[in-house]
Every structure is written in C-alpha cells, then in structure tokens.
C-alpha cells in the first residue's frame, strides 16, 4: 500500500469491536420496531392491489364497500388531493431535472402491473378492512403487455406508458475501440443474465399514523428516509411542516424501504378519518408490493494481451424498470460508471438502456446497479485468464486501478486502490485445497473483484447534519436524523463523539431519525451514512470541543493544547483536571454553548456528460474481493461452498465487529442472489409471493464467511472509513460461477445458479 | 381462558377457532416481543418456546395452548438481568436489525437443551427455521458456540 495514508493511532474507542447500545435492546426485545406501537382508537389499513399487469380500470365503485361493518373510509386516486408520487431522488439533494420521475399514489385509470394499489381501506380492525377490500367492485379490462424489455423496445411493442417504453439510456466511449481488439492477444464475448430480486427483510413494511397537536400529521415507521414527510406533504396537500415522520429502528431495509411504503397511505388515511391508522403488510403483500432488484442482460466484449492486460471492452446492458420509473435511470447510471470494473481500460464502450414493462417495478437494492456488472466483468476476467493460462489473483493484480488512474467516465481516483493486496489476501484465505469427497464430487475455487460507490452522485449535493449537547451532570445526547437500518449507524456516531469528547460509551444517548426532532441527515443508502452524517457528527463533536476547552484552559491556567478531553474530564499535561459538571457549571456562567450543530457537505459537481467522459460521478468507491471454494456434484448439479473469503479496504474501521458484519452478511447476501434468489414471473404475475417459494439462505445453506477488513487510511468519512453496507454483495455470484468453471469447466452465465442450471450446462439434462 | 406465559397466568377471552397464538400474544395482550415475519411458519420470527419446545405461534392455534407454559423472550432474563445467552448474542456482534433474534434465542436455548456441546454444523442446521437476512449468521453461531462452550461465556 505505497501510496497509503498510515490509520490515525492512540485512539480509544474508535477502531474497538465494542457492543452496539441498540443490541441489548434487541436481545431483550425492547426494540419498539413500527409494528410494536399500538394507540388507543386505533383504525387498521389494507391497500387493495390489481391482480393484473396490465389493464384499464373500467369501474371502480367503494359504495358496497362503504357499507361494510366497521368501515371508515375507502378511497380511491380521486380522493387523493395530489395524486402524484415522485421517485427520483429522496433525501437531502437538489432535483436532477430530466431524471424526475412520478408515478400515481392510487391507479388512474388503468393498471400496469400486478400488485398497482388500486383502493386505500380504513376500518376498525383488519379483518374488517380485508372484508371491505373485498366488497370494492372494480371491473378490469385486460390490455395488451409486454414483460421483457428486448420486447419492449421492439417496434410496434405495447406501450406501457406514452412516453415510449425506453425510459433511459446512458453512454461512455472512451478510447479508440477498434485499435484496442486489433491489439489484442485473446478476445472473450460473453453474454450474462440476471435475476429479478426481493430486499426479503425479515420485518415487512409497517407504520402507525395520527394527527398531533397544532395539527402535524405523525407518522411513525420503517423506513430508510425520513425526508419522505415532504412527499407526504405534497400528496396531502398541506405544508410540508405539518408532516413528521418518526423512523424506527428497521428490521432491516437493504434498499427497499428507500421509496415510500406505507407512509403516504397512513397519512392520507389519518387525515381522512382524523384517527390513529395502522398499516402492516404480510409478507404475501410485501413481496408482491415492493421494488425489486433489477434484471439486466449484460454483453461483454473483452480483449487482452497475451500478458492479460485488458486493452478494449465492448459493453452493453440492458435493464428492466417493471412498470414505473421509482429509481431505475440512477441504477443504471452505476451499471454504466461501473460496468468495465475497477480496472485499467485504455478503450471502453458502454451503452446502457432501461426499458418500462408490465412486470413488478425496481428500484434501490443494495449494490444499486453497481452490483449486476460484477457478474459481468468478473465472468470475462476469469475467461481472459483462462485463455492465456494465467493465474486469477495476477490477472486482476495486472490491471487493477492505481491512485491517480481515471475511470471510462472520466473520474480520476483519489485515493488508494488496495485491489492486488485485497485479491491476494483472500485468495490466501481459503488455505490448503479440500479434497473431494467423493470421486463425483468436484472442487474449484473462483475469484470475484468489485468497487461499488458510496455516497451520493456528486450534483444531488449532499449533506448530513448532527446535533451534539451536554446536559449539566456532563452525560452526552447525539440528534441525528439518520435511521438505523440495523447496521449500526446511530452506534457509530455514539463512537464517534465519546471518542472526541472523552464520554464514556454508557454516558451517551442518540436520537435518530425523526424529521421534526433530529437535525436532518439525509437517507440511509448508497452506503452513505457513516460517511455523510459520521463526518457531520465528528465536525458537531470537534466544535463543540473547541467551544468548551477554553473555558477548561482559564479555569486550569492552561494552553487549551495542553488539555485532554478523557473518561468524563478535561485533563491537562501537568495531571490537573476539571469535571465535566464543574465545566458545563462554568460554560452556564460565562454564557458559551454546550451543545453545537454539525453540518457536513459532501464534495459536490455538476452533472457531466457521460458520453464526453466528463469527470466526476460519485464521492468514492470502497473496493473488494472475494474468493470461494465450491463442490459440485456432477451426478445432480448441485453446488455446495465448503469456503468463503471476503477482503475489503474499508479505510478505517470505525467498529470493526460492525464491519465484519457488514461483510459476512452483505456475501451470505450475494450467495443468495448467486444460488437461489428469484423472483419468479409468469407474463407478469409473480409466482413467489411468500416466504415458501421466495428462498434465502437458511443457517445451513451458506458456510461461514472469513471477514478480511483491511485499512489504508484513505476514504472520505470520519477517521478516513469507507462505505462497507453495500460493497460486500457484488462478487459472490461472480466468485461461484468462476469457482465452478474451475471445477467442472462448464461456465454458467444466468443467475440464480440452481442444481437445474448446473445439471443442464453439464450435458446431465438436456 | 388461561395461559401461562413466562411464569404468570394471564386471562383472555376463549379465541376464535381459528385465531393464532401469534395473534393473541401480539394483538390481544400486546406481547410484543414476538415478532411476525412471514406469518406461514417459514421465518421463525414468532418462535416461542411450549412446554420447553419452539414452536411457530403464528401456525399454532390459540386454542391448543389452553393451560401449557409459553416461554417469550422476556422470560429469559434471570434475576432482571439478561440470560447469558443474551449477553453471548451482544458480545458476539449477532444483532445487526435484531428482528430475527428473539426466535433465534429461543429455537437456540431449546436445541442446547438437546445437544449442550454441538459443532458448528448442528448449530446452523438447528437454526434452519430461523431466517436472518443481515448477519450471514456467522456471529450468530459464533455466540451460540461461546455459550455452550463457556456455559455462561462469561470469559
């Protein structure tokens, strides 16, 4: 790591594997989570969904359904006072013009997927709302569909809406593509299928709402974005600060609880009927409900020299929105900036494109597009090596980004880029080979590389703010509205003000995430809350440092150099101290704050032209490899990993036991989408809506995860971290598949890679 | 009719035929640490243990459970402190969203009681029926292991 910055030593509790406040909570299931919350006259919700993936609404009558026992309100999208949902860019940023995307809160008219809310139900308990759902009479007339997008885009295909069916399209060319495949010693072409994907959170989406005083509709639920109070607000039709939205702590959100779930229904139900309302979605109705990942059909063109240095890559992809826009041209803008890999590619082509069809939408999951390429890129790296004969960990060790190289969009990196050492190591991890069990078992071991960006795109102009306070006994308070999604962002930021502020871990409360109560700090995705609202609480903690110690240094006759702020006191060189009680007693009297708002703004830019390779796209990206061991039974096709290795450079690891949990349960993540995750769809109509046919990985389908976290010092968040919430998920599926090559020489390209897929490219099955 | 939850009788009214235990647990005596997460016996979310055994309550019929002891995870906690179990899940990092956790102690308590010195293996294929979507659920084993190896991993 030459060109590496040394971590910052002598700290006491940064870099500690210490407990998460918020986990004894959970064991003892304290944890009020959205749907532990309960209010005296409280009326429960049911959303009625379309059973069709396309289809005019021909009559929509609540008459019967009003007259239903219990009921308290039915509504559909003409009650809605702004019927209208945008989808583009929640949080704290600025628009991004052309990128805007709405979609209708209830249907307008017609249906363009299964599962479109249609009706909006309010009764006294939830049976009665189910009966009302039924008694809604809606009569559909079936229109034509579409449910791939290469069928999309064809002419003359059905439009799914009027605006055409491409709803985006991103290119970069960089280099002269033609001289680069002229060079070149070997050229691969591969072509690659991925998967539709659910979040498939244990807790499904939930919330309770009610009107407050001086009118404020509250809302309190599961969601990664509280700034979503101001989309409330809009559909509501009142002012944006008559809406609060309370986050609890998640059962876990992976990118799916980014988009507004329950929150606008709650509101508008609360604001209707003036009750307490609560909504809580099965996991049928989450399934069916909820964004998925998106599927791409990705084609790879790939050159290199004999010595395996990559000279030319030719790419495609193409990407399935579903039914509305939600987040999809941003996704593939990561697909577009990542799809070459974090590799040296002196001539690249990408040409990306994401079309609207009559299947489920997608939107945010982790990995955001930036996850699909690495079954991409890292398939044709290993196909490269493999035709030369060269060795996997040297092949990505010869082209890997360096510090200061510029990416086919024209980003420069700036800091280190650890991918040699990070394949190296976890290569090493899977130690000495394991023998096959029996002479029709087979083993391999494949490689995966990745980089995934975190932090936002660089003109949404990003910031966090964080809120710091002592009270007068010298115990700590944190604000921060950033939800804690169970990785442990509010226990981070708890960390990082004791280590400033020399409070005790046990000495220290943190609010997070309420729209009214915490300083705003933006959404919990695109790994970005330990950076953003880390870095806001380090500034709010160091100036809230600064406006204290001179108060110590006068009350000691010290230089504020020659004080320590350690264990609940401020201790000079010369062994004097002062308590905390005695200096906040005195800070009162001499009229300085305790407390002081930290706000941080992320390095911004404005949009560039991808095609021109204009420049600067994302903050940072953290990188990883991955490396497995895999059997495969060649009698079934099934495939087992005996071992698993995951290296990333995190920078610096602010906790190192959350870390590690990032990595082990972001790669038992993508084994799952690797081995068995999938949505399934029959021209629309989704076959996995419960948990008995949409399989993730149990205990025992996946082995343990050796967590490799390595430090280079570099990364743009506190203490210089890197992002670690979504990186570890993008190169399992490419690991497996190369591990099976190695092991059988048949090469899968489409994923999930179940025993069938495995048998059929053995010749077992035809 | 009575029911017997973590060692205190409590009264409800005679439910339904076909009312869950989950749903008398969590909508009538507003028990709330039993979580549902699939509602079809798959996640393990709402295992409690009866008569020592876990069980799915949101497949279990509240009117089988007349008189037997149910076991939540706020029975565990001994002498207002928490179960070292428990105290092995924090110190191990095995709580990242904490929503699968109080059927993954439960379902763990009951197979130690079967198996008090198990391997990693038997550990995971006994939380089979535990879903964990944040985990990967190496540290969950990792605690489970300290405990039954410490006893109470107080070391």
Request: net charge negative.
């Amino acid at each position: 790591m030459a060109d590496a910055t040394a971590v910052e030593s002598g700290l006491r509790v940064v870099g500690r594997p210490i407990p998460r406040h918020d986990a004894r909570d959970k064991v003892a299931a304290a944890t009020a989570y959205a749907a532990d919350f309960a209010l005296p006259g409280m009326l429960h919700a049911f959303v009625l969904r379309s059973p069709y993936p396309s289809a005019k609404i021909v009559r929509l009558d609540t008459a019967r359904a009003l007259a239903t026992p219990g009921v308290a309100a039915v509504l559909t999208a003409r009650d809605v006072p702004r019927n209208a949902l945008s989808t583009d860019v929640p949080g704290q940023t600025t628009t991004v013009g052309p990128l805007r995307a709405t979609l209708h809160v209830l249907a307008e008219g017609r249906v363009r997927h299964q599962g479109e809310p249609v009706a909006l139900i309010a009764a006294e308990t939830l049976a009665q709302a189910r009966a009302a759902a039924e008694a809604v009479d809606v009569e559909y007339a079936p229109l034509p569909a579409v449910f791939s997008p290469s069928e999309a885009l064809a002419p003359g295909a059905p439009a799914v809406h009027d605006s055409g069916n491409l709803l985006a399209q991103w290119r970069i060319a960089r280099g002269d593509l033609a001289a680069g495949f002229a060079r070149a010693a070997v050229v691969v072409e591969g072509e690659y299928v991925t998967q539709f994907v659910d979040s498939a959170y244990l807790e499904p989406e939930s919330g309770v709402a009610w009107i407050d005083s001086d009118g404020v509709i509250t809302i309190r639920l599961s969601t990664q974005v509280i700034e979503h109070f101001r989309d409330v607000a809009e559909v509501l039709d009142v002012p944006q600060n008559r809406v609060r939205v309370i986050g609890t702590y998640l059962g876990g959100g992976f990118g799916g609880k980014e988009d507004v779930t329950v929150e606008v229904y709650l509101g508008l139900l609360a604001l209707r009927t003036g009750r307490p309302v609560k909504m809580v979605w099965t996991r049928q109705e989450s399934l069916l409900g909820r964004a998925k990942r998106h599927p791409y059909r990705l084609r790879y063109r790939t050159g290199a020299l004999s010595t395996g240095e990559i000279v030319a890559q030719e790419i495609d992809l193409l990407g399935d929105s579903g039914a509305y826009a939600y987040l999809s041209a941003l996704v593939l803008l990561y697909s577009t900036v990542t799809a070459a890999g974090p590799y040296r590619t002196p001539a690249v082509s990408v040409t990306a494109r994401v079309a609207y069809t009559n299947n489920p939408p997608t939107s945010a999951m982790r990995g955001f597009g930036a996850m699909q390429t690495v079954f991409g890129y890292e398939s044709q790296m290993e196909r490269v090596a493999r035709a030369l004969g060269l060795d996997p960990v040297r092949v990505r060790a010869v082209n890997a980004l360096r510090k200061g190289d510029t990416l086919p969009v024209g980003q420069v990196m700036e800091t280190h880029v650890a991918l040699p050492e990070l394949a190296a190591r976890a290569w090493e991890a899977l130690g000495t080979p394991t023998s096959p069990r029996a002479p029709h078992v087979k083993i391999g071991r494949g490689l995966a590389c990745n980089f995934q960006p975190y932090g936002r795109i660089v003109w949404l102009h990003d910031w966090s703010s964080a809120w710091i306070g002592f009270e007068m006994d010298g115990s700590l308070v944190v604000r921060c509205g950033a939800p804690d999604v169970g990785g442990g962002q509010a226990s981070s930021l708890v960390q990082i003000a004791s280590e400033v502020l020399g409070v005790p871990l046990e000495r220290i409360v943190v609010h997070v995430s309420d729209s009214a109560l915490t300083p705003l700090s933006g959404t919990t995705t695109a790994s970005r809350q330990l950076y953003m609202s880390g870095n806001a609480c380090l500034k709010a903690a160091r100036e809230l440092r600064a406006q204290l110690l001179p108060v110590a240094a006068r009350m000691l006759d010290v230089a504020v150099e020659a004080l320590e702020m350690v264990d609940g006191e401020v201790v000079a060189t010369d062994g004097r101290s002062v308590s905390l009680r005695n200096l906040l007693a005195q800070c009162a009297r001499a009229s300085v704050p305790r407390s002081h708002l930290g706000v941080y703004h992320a390095p911004s830019g404005e949009p560039v032209d991808l095609h021109a390779g204009a420049g600067k796209v994302f903050p940072d990206y953290t990188f990883g490899a991955h490396a497995a061991e895999v059997e495969v039974d060649t009698e079934t096709g099934e495939v087992r990993v005996l071992r698993y290795a995951a290296a990333h450079d995190v920078g610096r690891a602010i906790n190192p036991q959350s870390v590690e949990g990032q990595i082990q349960g972001g790669a038992v993540q993508g084994l799952g989408y690797g081995l068995m995750e999938e949505v399934v769809l029959e021209d629309g109509i989704n076959l996995t809506t419960s948990f008995a046919s949409y399989l993730i990985p149990t205990a025992a389908d996946v082995p343990d995860v050796e967590a490799i976290v390595l430090e280079s010092g570099e990364g743009l968040g506190p203490f210089h971290a890197r992002g670690i919430g979504e990186p570890p998920i993008g190169p399992p599926a490419a690991a497996i598949a190369n591990a099976i090559e190695a092991a059988t020489g048949a090469r899968i390209t489409r994923l999930p890679i179940t025993a069938e897929r495995v048998a059929r490219a053995l010749g077992l099955v035809s | 009719m009575k029911l017997l939850i973590n060692g205190r009788t409590r009264e409800v009214e005679a439910p339904a035929a076909d009312q869950t235990l989950l749903g008398v647990l969590r909508d009538t005596l507003g028990i709330f640490d039993v979580k549902e997460g699939c509602g079809e016996g798959v996640c393990g979310a709402c295992t409690v243990l009866l008569d020592g055994r876990p069980i799915s309550s949101c497949l279990f019929l509240a009117a089988a459970v007349r008189g037997r002891a149910i076991v939540t995870v706020k029975g565990l906690e001994r002498e207002g402190g928490l179960h070292p179990l428990q105290e092995a899940f924090v110190r191990h990092g095995a709580v990242q969203c904490g929503f699968c956790t109080p059927g993954m102690l439960l379902t763990a308590l009951a197979f130690l009681e079967t198996n008090p010195r198990p391997d990693r293996d038997e550990i995971r294929h006994a939380l089979e029926g535990n879903l964990c979507r944040c985990t990967g659920y190496a540290k969950i084993v990792d605690a489970i292991e300290a405990y039954a190896r410490n006893g109470d991993d107080r070391g």
